[in-house]
């Protein structure tokens, strides 16, 4: 595996490196819940970074932290119960996590913002969209209200909301999901900050919305310049416009790649499985591997209160063996600007 | 909105009539005015007859009815035991009752909401506990025994303020009894805003907030608290009624001459025309006032005006 | 009025009225139980969060010593609390008397404890009909929806906007007796239209579940479906708002009779022995202390009750945190 790839990003760069300061950097990062049960470990030793104008495809299923992690970087955790014992997140080479509420609350919104899931429920209801859209200007830039408005009516032209000024004194629920979620999309962008964070921004939507979204968003990051982290569980959302992906399980990142490597030859066998597990048409991923089959991961993702023993997908593992119970692997480096937490990387590559 | 204001002016149409008349049949037809207004003595039947005519009360059920409510709707809702006309009571009495139930309504609603807040911004901990527990106290004491309780205390043993209230009280005069009046209905604003702000600060909107970087008096002020204060709107119109209730407990004890206080003299001397007509006009106070509260509700949350 | 199909707002007591629900007399005894095709996990789950919450044992227990005393007020007194004896007028404790006498020369501590009774009873009653009327008129008004439910939530409406006070003065005013049953027919006649509402928003919620929706297009009756299917999903809200009302049923009850509407002698009630005190507090504050203080404990007792229901069945406050 020494082909040299054609890496989408040019201005990717590798958490390891070194050279100039990354946009962000997130560097053994650990978040912990307390609960009932016990203490959930969410997040355990995250790395990774995004430049500017680079987009970061973080994958996982849910309770893999990769939500967490996002939540840790706009400070928006709930703490208590959630706790950051250890790590730093630097910004432009600055760790958020020593800076004060004050300084972060700067940060948000106007340098790195995010987009969320539910756009239906992470509007208020009660509010006109156009006053959350013009709150930003008025609040981070101390416009007047009706400059605010008007701004707010350009930011809903710019993400192609049908008659912006007829409708900007409208509520969110007199939208549809495509139109609030690109509601959410222009509240983000307002400030045009330098690293939006978007939560699995599709997943709520039709189908058929889907892509005309996916396809704003990344047109506006490259218009902007933006760093673009795009959290997802869903392979085929990723493809078509990341860069790089980071692939999370049990609050670990077990692979990171660029994204046509990863999809042609993953070096985690995690990753391996969740690429069977997508049903396509077309070629095989694998040449001359003919039909492929659907597989599914068997097994649960393990209860963060009780994650297993040295590496944490061992017990779901096809490739298991003795020394994968006992001692965690690291993130070993792969040829081609790629690393995986996988002891068998070699195998799982060359298969 | 256009709509959903005529929909529920056409909805008060038959609850204003049905309402006034549920007073008016309690009055007339459970029970004996003449008989209640002779008290244990039989009357002399020709008197009797005479106040019957008088009151109409040899015409059928819904005939009186009529006349009574067009008593009312005119301004003339009879004569009192001292021979005044009750519109005359009234005009006195309700100021005063007006300005008691203001100053109470005041205090539950702001330091209800303040203590709401404080306490559901910090669920769960001591001092939300310590709020709970106060507010489960306060609601157990009925308002005569708060009332007389302060009294003693305030007036009587520390001195602190006049026990009882001029005939033609201030503002300042009622705040003890107006802090009487609200003690119960402000420890439910309060337990209903803690429970809601509890409720609603970990919505995914307000997280937004948060994330947009607005500073968190704002996210509170503008966003949590909007929301939040629905269901206290809500409460805040039903408790009308029990401040009116309260407000003939209330004027008893530190002896003010407003509504509550000629009500209970009506009653005493049982005088059912005077209580029927006070409590109507009490009565259409109440509904319209819920009807307000439900326009508010409206213009507070947009998702019910474009039902 | 307030809508009642606008959502069911969080479950907090109002003070209006009494409401609802067969009162789970002593604590949630029933709640184990659990009529056949209850889902047990709710109620298990209920009864066992409230044995270990303080609140409800010291309540519990609190309650039961009230019962206990207003069956047998003998078992803790010796006197009647007719027998007065005007020389002790407004006297103070004494050996044997510990709480002193009325103005009348009644016991103190005799009459606060033969005043249970009246509480108790006004409260348990009151709440067991505001329960029953309302739950099944907002039972009927939720499930048949419709004309029949506008009618019936207007109808709700009309009683609703009489304040129970009010209505009082009016009604008790001209009944002759003043009697337990005329107190409790008023709460209940004017306080089933709060429980009404409760009981059709429960109704309306679980008439959407799938399966409910499931075993009507089965073709189970429509009795059938409410009594089988959606009655035990709804009475949750139901019991919840029930057990806090019979505090404020209490209250409720004490103030008619404070103002002289409600009980009268010579039925021993706290609220008019407070309303008697009441002139006399400068000379005697005991007179008003001790039964106020009995009023109070009592209404604390149920409402604290009906904090530790709500906090066991509801579990959207439960997730609020409790300490």
């Given at each position: 595996m020494t082909t040299t790839e054609r890496t989408a990003g040019a201005t990717g760069r590798r958490v390891e490196d070194g050279s100039g300061v990354p946009l962000l950097e997130v560097r053994d990062l650990h978040v912990e819940f307390r609960t009932r049960e016990g203490v959930a470990r969410a997040v355990n030793g995250v790395n990774y970074s995004v430049g500017a104008g680079e987009t970061l495809a973080v994958l996982g299923e849910s309770g893999s932290g990769k939500s967490v992690t996002a939540q840790a970087i706009m400070g928006i955790l709930d703490t208590p119960p959630g706790r950051i014992p250890k790590g730093e997140i630097l910004f432009r080479g600055r760790d958020l996590l020593k800076a004060s509420p004050e300084e972060r609350r700067k940060v948000r919104g106007r340098k790195i913002a995010m987009i969320f899931q539910d756009a239906l429920s992470s509007l208020n209801p009660v509010l006109s969209v156009g006053y959350q859209l013009g709150e930003m200007f008025r609040v981070h830039q101390g416009l007047s209200r009706k400059d605010a408005r008007a701004r707010a009516i350009e930011l809903m032209d710019r993400v192609r909301i049908p008659a912006a000024k007829e409708r900007v004194g409208d509520y969110p629920h007199q939208f549809s999901g495509g139109m609030r979620q690109r509601i959410m999309i222009a509240m983000a962008l307002a400030l045009e900050p330098d690293l939006i964070i978007a939560d699995e921004?599709?997943?709520?939507?039709d189908v058929t919305v889907q892509a005309q979204v996916m396809d704003l968003l990344a047109e506006l990051q490259r218009e902007y310049d933006m760093g673009l982290i795009l959290i997802t569980h869903d392979l085929g959302v990723v493809a078509g416009v990341a860069d790089r992906i980071a692939v999370m399980y049990a609050g670990r990142i077990v692979e990171t790649a660029p994204v046509h490597e990863l999809y042609k030859r993953p070096a985690h066998p995690y990753t391996q499985g969740l690429l069977d597990s997508v049903p396509r048409l077309g070629p095989a991923p694998h040449p001359g591997s003919g039909r492929r089959e659907l597989r599914v991961i068997k097994g649960l993702p393990p209860d963060l209160t009780r994650i297993p023993s040295g590496c944490a997908f061992h017990p779901r593992c096809?490739?298991?063996?003795?020394m994968c119970r006992v001692g965690e692997p690291l993130l070993y480096r792969v040829p081609g600007e790629r690393r995986s937490a996988c002891y068998f990387w070699k195998e799982v590559v060359g298969d | 909105m256009g709509r959903y204001v005529v929909r529920r002016l056409l909805q008060m149409v038959p609850v204003f009539a049905g309402t006034t008349f549920l007073v008016f049949f309690m009055a007339h037809a459970l029970g004996d005015p003449v008989a209640a207004l002779f008290g244990d003595r039989a009357p002399d039947p020709a008197t009797a007859a005479r106040i019957r005519a008088e009151l109409h009360l040899d015409e059928p059920l819904g005939t009186q009815y009529l006349l009574h409510m067009g008593g009312i709707l005119t301004g003339d809702l009879g004569t009192a035991f001292n021979g005044r006309p009750v519109t005359e009571l009234m005009a006195e009495a309700f100021p005063v009752t007006l300005r008691l139930t203001l100053v109470a309504l005041v205090m539950e609603t702001v330091v209800g909401i303040a203590l709401g807040v404080a306490a559901g911004l910090r669920c769960g901990r001591r001092a939300d506990t310590a709020v709970l527990a106060a507010t489960l106290l306060l609601i157990s004491v009925p308002t005569f025994v708060s009332g007389h309780l302060l009294q003693y205390l305030l007036g009587v043993e520390w001195n602190l303020v006049a026990p009882a209230v001029p005939t033609d009280a201030s503002l300042t005069d009622l705040l003890l009894p107006g802090l009487v009046l609200a003690l119960v209905s402000l420890a439910y604003v309060t337990r209903l805003t803690r429970a809601s702000i509890a409720e609603n600060v970990r919505t995914d909107h307000v997280r937004t907030a948060v994330a947009k970087g607005l500073p968190r008096r704002r996210v509170v002020t503008h966003h949590l608290l909007r929301n939040s204060l629905v269901p206290v709107v809500t409460f805040l119109g039903a408790d009308l009624g029990v401040l009116m209730g309260g407000a003939v407990v209330t004027e008893r004890i530190f002896n003010i001459h407003g509504v509550g206080f000629q009500l209970h003299q009506g009653v005493l001397r049982q005088n059912t025309p005077t209580v029927v007509g006070f409590v109507t006009v009490l009565v259409l106070v109440f509904l319209l006032a819920n009807l307000l509260v439900d326009l508010l509700y409206a213009v507070l949350d947009p998702r019910i005006r474009h039902v | 009025m307030y809508d009642p199909t606008s959502r069911p707002g969080p479950t907090v007591l109002t003070v209006t009225g009494p409401a609802p629900g067969r009162t789970p007399g002593r604590g949630s005894g029933r709640a184990t139980g659990g009529a056949p095709g209850r889902p047990r996990g709710l109620w298990s789950d209920a009864w066992h969060d409230l044995r270990r919450n303080p609140v409800f044992v010291v309540s519990a227990l609190m309650i039961a010593f009230l019962v206990v005393i207003s069956l047998w007020p003998g078992l803790i007194t010796t006197?009647?609390?007719?027998?007065?004896?005007?020389?002790?007028?407004?006297?103070?404790?004494?050996p044997g008397h510990p709480f002193g006498f009325t103005t009348q020369g009644c016991d103190v501590y005799t009459r606060t404890v033969h005043g249970a009774r009246a509480s108790v009873a006004v409260g348990v009653c009151a709440t067991v009909g505001t329960a029953l009327l309302g739950a099944a008129v907002g039972g009927l008004a939720g499930f048949s929806g419709g004309w029949a439910d506008a009618v019936l939530s207007r109808i709700g409406d009309v009683f609703f906007g009489i304040p129970v006070i009010l209505g009082g003065l009016v009604l008790l005013s001209v009944v002759e007796n003043g009697s337990l049953w005329s107190v409790v027919g008023l709460i209940v006649l004017l306080g089933w239209p709060q429980t009404a509402r409760i009981a059709r928003g429960a109704v309306i919620t679980a008439k959407q579940n799938d399966y409910v929706l499931a075993a009507r297009a089965l073709g189970a009756s429509g009795p059938r479906t409410l009594l089988r299917h959606i009655a035990p999903n709804a009475v949750a809200p139901v019991i919840v708002v029930a057990t806090v009302s019979i505090g404020t049923c209490i209250a409720l009850e004490a103030t008619l009779s404070y103002i002289g509407v409600g009980l009268r002698p010579p039925t021993v009630s706290w609220g008019i022995d407070i309303s008697e005190a009441s002139d006399q507090v400068r000379n005697a504050p005991h007179m008003l202390l001790w039964p106020a203080g009995a009023l109070s404990a009592t209404v604390l007792a149920f409402i604290m009750l009906g904090d530790a229901v709500r906090d066991a069945l509801d579990p959207r406050l439960r997730r609020g945190g409790r300490t």
């Open positions: 921004p599709t997943t709520a939507l096809p490739r298991a063996r003795e | - | 006197h009647s609390p007719y027998d007065c004896d005007l020389a002790d007028s407004q006297g103070g404790a004494s």
